[in-house]
């Protein structure tokens, strides 16, 4: 099936420790994301890659570090794990960068640090 | 102000009946406009883009108002299937940095 997949689906993980998620698209899209979706349901987003080129990063600590080894594929990797980094981390992609381009998501990694 | 605000809801639709819900956005400049859902515990799925002359899918319409800020959802003849939470989603700029409203949710009861 052609879709954006991510893993692992669930994640529980203690403070301090260091984790990654992974996201693969094969959409052909060129532009991949990652959203945070916290406990009121608000979706923000944290990264943008174009062609494997960084092109949004919004406000996020930099315990969180995106790697993008080609354009199927944008990890997450974070750091130092704390309590306020739980959430529902959604990986997206979408066609080109224009301002038009829809969004494909993948079905979320729902973290929670203990 | 939110960029982008939704009254949360829920609302609560008998079958059959039409439920509209709006969202405004506080940047003049926004350039395009989309509503997704969300099921409960799944990813936002693309309902439909929003156009300036309005714009029709089925039983859902969706209109923008630019002169008022505000884009507009109606869901006609409600099933139960549409329950769920509805997300406004304005792109402010140039690059694709979609801003997302908190979502309104919807319940479709018998």
């Known amino acids: 099936d052609t879709a954006v997949s991510q893993t692992p689906k669930y994640l529980v993980t203690q403070m301090g420790n260091d984790k990654s998620i992974k996201c693969e698209q094969n959409l052909g899209h060129d532009t991949m994301y990652w959203y945070k979706q916290d406990s009121k349901k608000f979706l923000k987003i944290m990264f943008s890659y174009n062609n494997k080129e960084l092109i949004i990063n919004e406000t996020v600590p930099n315990r969180f570090s995106p790697k993008s080894p080609d354009k199927a594929h944008l990890n997450l990797h974070i750091n130092s794990l704390e309590l306020g980094d739980s959430a529902v981390y959604f990986c997206a992609s979408s066609q080109g960068f224009s301002y038009n381009s829809p969004l494909h998501f993948g079905n979320g990694t729902r973290l929670t640090v203990t | 102000r939110k960029e982008v605000e939704q009254d949360p809801g829920p609302f609560n639709v008998p079958e059959g009946a039409t439920v509209a819900f709006n969202c405004t956005y506080s940047?003049?400049?926004?350039?395009?406009f989309f509503w997704y859902r969300q099921d409960c515990r799944k990813e936002p799925k693309l309902l439909m883009s929003v156009y300036s002359s309005g714009n029709e899918d089925g039983r859902f319409t969706a209109q923008l108002n630019r002169a008022s800020q505000y884009i507009s959802l109606l869901i006609r003849d409600s099933k139960l299937s549409d329950s769920a939470t509805y997300l406004c989603?304005?792109?402010?700029?140039?690059?694709?940095?979609?801003?997302f409203g908190g979502g309104t949710r919807v319940l479709v009861k018998p």
């Open positions: 989603v304005v792109n402010e700029a140039a690059g694709n940095k979609l801003t």
């Open positions: 940047n003049s400049a926004s350039q395009s």
